[in-house]
Structure formats: C-alpha cells, structure tokens
C-alpha cells in the first residue's frame, strides 16, 4: 500500500516499488478509483508507469488513454480532479485501487457520481457503505415523504420528537453496555446511529460531514 497524508501529496515523499506492479503486454495495469469516505467504486481506467509515477508525483490521478494513446489528467478539463488518498495494488500486484477524493463529486463523463450507475438500464445510486445507504432513505423519506414511515413520521414532528427519540436511544445504549450483551449493544447502538441520522437529516447535516471529521481524526 502507498500510504497519502490527509492533505494530498504533492511531491514524491518515499521510494515507489512502481518494478513491483505487473504491467499486462500493453504495459497497463487497471485502476479502480474508489471514494476515500464511503468505499463507493466511482470509476475503472488504466494507468502505465508513467501515469503511475506522475499519480504519485502530485497526489492527483494520471491514467492512459487507449483512445488517444497519451497521459490523461483526470478533470484537469472539467475540474472534477481526483486528490489521491491511498493507493493499494491487490495480491498479484496487476490491479490498483485508488482511494480518492473526488472533486465535484462526479467521476463519470456522463455527469453521474460513479461509472457504475445502471442496472438493467436503469440509473441507480452507485452502492455505498451501509451507513450512507440507510443515510439516503432517510434523506429520500425527507424530501419524498410515504405514507406510514416512521422515518418520515420523526421528520415531519420536527425536533421535539426527534431529541426525544435520541435522548431515549442514548439511555437504552448505556444500559446495554451496562448489561455487557453484545447483541443488545448491537442492536441498541444501531438504533441511536440511525436517530442521529434522522437529525442530521433534519438539520440538514450531510453523513460525508461527519465522515471528514472522523477522517481528521485519524491522525
């Protein structure tokens, strides 16, 4: 793994293995550019040793382009830039994957998130990690509510009852802890987690906030 500082790198500060990746006959190897907060693969391109080398010159992504047989900037035409965050190569070292901070929060050329976009023709929300996926049914229960949802019930009774309901699920967590059984903290933390993300969605607070802040604290 090629570890990157919070702040993406912007000069080589370490020896690059790049003789360890295993190049296909074309001398390219996939990457993967998945998002550094919540896992979602965004988008798959090849990178040869120089677009690997210049990725990790300037903490930015560089890939080949097969089509025009040169280096390719992502977003330097369009601005969507990809900061590189980490990058891994997998067991055989012929595949990377790039954790990365989109900017604009679009990677595909058609103006969506990810590349990975459609099912049976269809366009769908690219898979996330659970916590943001719950997160956009409850933001989806804001903004459309339904009939008989509890979700968008808390939401339309405003803060009264959402603290309330938070407050409870923090009482009913320290007494699970207390209890000391793991399936009960289990259980009683994931009901506080999604309480909190109903007040976040009431208060118009995006997880990705609170994924940052987490993120920060890493160091």
């Known amino acids: 793994m090629f570890a990157f500082p919070t702040q993406p790198l912007t ?15 074309q001398g390219l190897v996939p990457a993967i550019a998945q998002d550094y907060l919540d896992g979602t693969v965004l988008m798959m ?14 903490g930015e992504c560089w890939y080949w382009s097969r089509s025009r047989q040169e280096l390719w900037h992502k977003g330097a035409t369009s601005g969507h830039l990809q900061k590189v965050r980490s990058l891994r190569y997998d067991c055989d070292s012929d595949c990377l994957l790039v954790g990365i901070e989109q900017i604009g929060d679009i990677a595909c050329h058609t103006g969506e998130r990810s590349c990975f976009h459609q099912i049976d ?9 659970t916590l943001s996926q719950v997160f956009e049914i409850i933001c ?8 008989g949802s509890y979700t968008a019930q808390l939401l339309a009774a405003g803060d009264n009852k959402i603290l309330k309901k938070l407050g409870e699920e923090t009482a009913e967590v320290v007494m699970a802890f207390k209890d000391d059984d793991p399936e009960q903290i289990a259980g009683e933390v994931a009901d506080w987690i999604y309480h909190a993300m109903v007040a976040l969605a009431h208060h118009q607070v995006d997880l990705r906030d609170v994924y940052r802040k987490l993120q920060q604290r890493r160091r």
């Open 121 to 129: 023709g269809q366009i769908q929300p690219p898979p996330a990690d």
């Open 45 to 58: 391109a090849w990178m040869n040793r120089d677009s690997l080398q210049k990725t990790l010159e300037t």
């Open 11 to 25: 000069t080589v500060q370490q020896s690059i293995p790049l003789d360890r990746i295993r190049y296909n006959d």
């Open 140 to 147: 989806d229960r804001r903004d459309r509510p339904t009939e």
